[in-house]
């Protein structure tokens, strides 16, 4: 998911585990839970080409090996420096090694699991295995991942200008966003979030829950984000069946399929079925030209075509024997055109 949602999410987590235990247990919590993909920019993200993108991002620092390197290191970071800031003080409370253990681990766990709910992909076993693997739950961007954890997290903090302005940005930034791709949301999902910002202020004015309570504020909204993951999963699993049994009557027992999370449109889910020749959906169609020499010589034998082809999940390729190009799409993200991040172009030998 979108670093937004890690980063609420890992300070809401970091509350309601730890927040009598370890000092700024949110703000711990919200860096554990971004450390994956900030750890990206030890291996040359800025970097990046395109083609590096698709290989390395939610490469090994997303892995289960790489969480056994990251979680220790982080946690050896975060106790010394707060004992080292604690003494340099003279006052404060130094966190213990169990708690900020716990802390730090549950936070960045979370972020595997939030990006393997989604539709993009999760690779747990790297360096071993480079298989991605899909729960195609929830969406890459989900609103209420953001405002969930923000009312929560506002309605325990203390009353005053400072957290206020924090939350008046984070939150202004998520409206403005709704609002601008007001196309692509449900209409069901903004009346419900602007319920939900109408109950935040109401909630501030009135100091629900406050720093005394904050920690059961954070455990509350986190129990409502399970509840809403947990029904997507239940709804998922029954238009998979769906998708399933339509694949097997119209292109055969062989077929792939996948039922896509749709971005601002939660408790749906777009089909897409796949064959040697062919991707499709209910309303489109597209030829895989996978089998063409030129085709199997540019993901075979070169960088960008070998990239692709390991990231995506519905691979379609097509030939422009007029400007000799070749493009290769995940028709994930990508049914034509050819420019695009999920699109490469490889000129024909």
Known sequence: MDNL????????LGRAVADR??????????VAANMP????????????????FLVQHRGITHS?????????????????????????????????????????AIAFLSHLFMDWQGSYGWRPFLPWSSRWYYLDWVAIVDPFFWLLPLVALAWGSERHWIPLSGLLVIGGFISLLLVWRHDIVASWVLALSGVICVVAIIGWIRYWFGPVA?????????LLLVLYTGAQAVAAGSRKR???????????????????????????????????DSVASDDWWIARHL???????ALDDTPDGRAIAQFARFLAAEVDTTNATIYLRDARYARGGRTGWAVMSIRMK
Do not use: K
Not at 21 to 28: D, K, N, Q, T
Not at 291 to 297: G, I, T
């Open 291 to 297: 089998r063409q020499p030129a085709v199997v010589h």
């Open 242 to 276: 769906e998708i399933q049994q339509v694949a097997a009557l119209r292109f055969g027992t062989g077929a792939s399929w996948a039922a896509l999370t749709n971005v601002g449109r939660p408790f749906t889910w777009e089909a897409i079925y796949a064959t040697a």
């Open 214 to 222: 904050r920690q059961r504020a954070a455990t509350l909204a986190l």
């Open 37 to 52: 993909d900030w750890a990206e920019t030890f291996f040359g993200y800025w970097g990046w080409s395109r083609a590096d």
């Open 64 to 104: 289960l090996a790489g969480a056994l390197v990251q979680i220790p290191v982080l946690i050896l970071i975060i106790g010394l420096v707060a004992r080292a800031w604690t003494r340099w003080r003279g006052s404060g409370s130094i966190p213990p090694w169990r708690w900020l253990t716990l802390c730090v």
């Open 21 to 30: 235990h370890v000092p700024r247990a949110g703000l711990v919590g919200a």
């Open 5 to 12: 949602a890690h980063a609420l999410v890992g300070a809401a």
